[in-house]
C-alpha cells in the first residue's frame, strides 16, 4: 500500500489505517454539526495554543507515500511532513495537530476532515476537498491550493499569509480572525464567505466572485480588488479601505459600502 524511495535498513514508522469501529470518528456520540461548534469554540478556549504546538520534523531521507483510502481514521498528531498524498482519500479524518508540512496532496480528499491546529505550511494541496473540514488555528503559510474545493471550510484563527488560492471555490467558507497577509485569491469564490477581523494585508482578490461576503471590521490595507464582484458584499466597517485597489470593481444596490467607496453597479452576465 505504501510505496517509498530506497533508504537505510531502518523500518519505516508504521502508517495505522484502522478500518475497524475503534478508528471510527464517534458518530453516535455527537452531530457533525457539534463537532464543528467545539472546534470553533476551541479558538476561544486556547486550542490554538501550546497544545497544538510542534516540534520540528527530524531530517529523513525517505518521503512515504499513500494513495488509498482512510475514511473517518484518527491521524491525531500525525508526522506526515513531505509525504505525497496526492488523490488519497481522507474524509472525515481526524488530523487535529497532524504534520502535513510540504505534503504533496494533489487532488486529495480531506471533506469533513478535523484538522485543528494542523501544519500545512508549503505544502501543496491543488485540486483538493476541503469541504466542511475543520482547520481552526491551522497554519497554512506558503500552501497552494489552487482550484481547491473548500466550501464551507472552517479557518478561523489561520494563518493563511502567502498562500495561494487561484480559482478556489470557499463559498461559505469562514476566515474570521485569521492572518491572511499577501494571500491570492485571484478568480477564486467567496461568496457568502464570513472575514470578519480578518487580516487581508497585501492580499489579492482580483476577479473574485464576492457575493454577500462579509468584511466587516476586516483589515484590507493594500489588498487588490480588481474586477471583484461585491454584489450584496458588506465593506462598511472594513480597516485600510482607502490603501485598497478597487479599479473595475462592481456593486449591487444591497452591497454595504463606506462613504468613501463608490462602486459602479455589477453588470448581469
Known sequence: MFATEACTTQALPRFQLNAGPASRMTRDMTTRFDIRAIAISGLML???????????????????????????????????????????NYPGADLTAANL???????????????AGADLR?????????????????????????????????????????????????????????????????????????LSAADLTGSVFDNAILTDANFSSATITNASFRDARFAGAN??????????????????????LPAVLTLPECVSL
Open 122 to 194: 508549503l505544502g501543496d494541496f491543488t485540486g483538493a476537498t476541503f469541504e466542511e473540514a475543520i482547520l481552526v488555528g491551522a497554519r497554512l503559510q506558503g500552501a497552494t491550493f489552487n482550484s481547491g474545493k473548500m466550501q464551507g471550510v472552517v479557518l478561523n484563527g489561520a494563518n493563511l499569509s502567502d498562500g495561494k488560492f487561484i480559482g478556489a471555490t470557499l463559498s461559505g467558507a469562514q476566515i474570521q480572525s485569521a492572518t491572511v497577509h499577501n494571500a491570492d485569491f485571484s478568480a477564486a469564490t467567496l461568496s457568502q464567505a464570513m
Open 46 to 88: 486556547g486550542l490554538t495554543g501550546p497544545a497544538f504546538g510542534q516540534e520540528a520534523p527530524s531530517r529523513i531521507s525517505w518521503a512515504p507515500s499513500y494513495s488509498g483510502s482512510c475514511v473517518d481514521c484518527s491521524l491525531v498528531g500525525r508526522n506526515m511532513s513531505g509525504w505525497n498524498v496526492s488523490k488519497a
Open 101 to 115: 508540512r510540504r505534503a504533496q496532496a494533489h487532488d486529495a480528499n480531506f471533506k469533513g476532515a478535523q484538522a
Open 235 to 256: 465593506l462598511e466597517t472594513a480597516i485600510g479601505i482607502e490603501s485598497a485597489n478597487f479599479e473595475g470593481a462592481c456593486a449591487t444596490e444591497d452591497t454595504r
